[in-house]
T-cell receptor
Framework: NAGVMQNPRHLVRRRGQEARLRCSPM?????VYWYRQLPEEGLKFMVY????????ESGMPKERFSAEFPKEGPSILRIQQVVRGDSAAYFC??????????????FGQGTRLTVV | KNEVEQSPQNLTAQEGEFITINCSYS?????LHWLQQHPGGGIVSLFM???GKKKHGRLIATINIQEKHSSLHITASHPRDSAVYIC???????????FGEGTQLTVNP
């Protein structure tokens, strides 16, 4: 049973380009969470999704950021028109259908985005 | 003031020492997680606690709900324990994790 898979592991984008980060949850998990870790800072919640639904996006910047978790395929975090301040590590976590994060949290390896 | 405070921020120990990392929080929670992050690496869940104490190998985690405090202990520390240890709480009112700033642990041989 593969763990939470994120790709790419490293992503370099020029200012103004789009970044697409993918997260495949563990098999059987239907809850996905995205977190951002800015350089020298702690992790911050961005968005919580279930299949085809955004449950809580209160941590997402109001502009340029969007997330989806379609019925089929991975969850996607999209950043449009990237700026240098978007450079960070983006982590995805998943949890089983029952209990959410009251059960063990499973994290991916992260995508390290560098905007040049 | 952060909702989750960890201490110390940095900790250097000699191999074999007993290590304690503390976490205090100011919100009502339904669960607390201890996580480990190696440089450039992913995040590994060590423990999820809602009460009492858990042990896994040389790692022990405790939580006192009334005092809103948790500790992570490492016995017989080893250089491979060097990592950032992060405390994260799941608030009773929500679905998100709120994280401490992390404790950078370095264990020297």
């Amino acid at each position: 049973n593969a763990g939470v898979m994120q790709n790419p592991r490293h992503l370099v984008r020029r200012r103004g380009q789009e970044a697409r980060l993918r997260c495949s949850p563990m098999k059987g998990h239907s809850h996905v969470y995205w977190y951002r870790q800015l350089p020298e800072e702690g992790l911050k919640f961005m968005v919580y999704l279930q299949k085809e639904n955004i449950i809580d996006e209160s941590g997402m910047p109001k502009e340029r950021f969007s997330a989806e978790f379609p019925k089929e395929g991975p969850s996607i975090l999209r950043i449009q028109q990237v700026v240098r301040g978007d450079s960070a590590a983006y982590f995805c976590a998943s949890s089983p259908m029952a209990g959410g994060l009251n059960t063990e949290a499973f994290f991916g390896q992260g995508t390290r985005l560098t905007v040049v | 003031k952060n909702e989750v405070e960890q201490s110390p921020q940095n900790l250097t120990a000699q191999e074999g020492e007993f290590i304690t990392i503390n976490c205090s929080y100011s919100v009502g929670i339904s669960a607390l997680h201890w996580l480990q992050q190696h440089p450039g690496g992913g995040i590994v869940s060590l423990f999820m606690l809602s009460s009492g104490k858990k042990k896994h190998g040389r790692l022990i985690a405790t939580i006192n709900i009334q005092e809103k405090h948790s500790s992570l202990h490492i016995t017989a520390s080893h250089p491979r324990d060097s990592a950032v240890y992060i405390c994260a709480v799941l608030e009773t009112s929500g679905s998100r994790l709120t994280f401490g700033e992390g404790t950078q642990l370095t264990v020297n041989p």
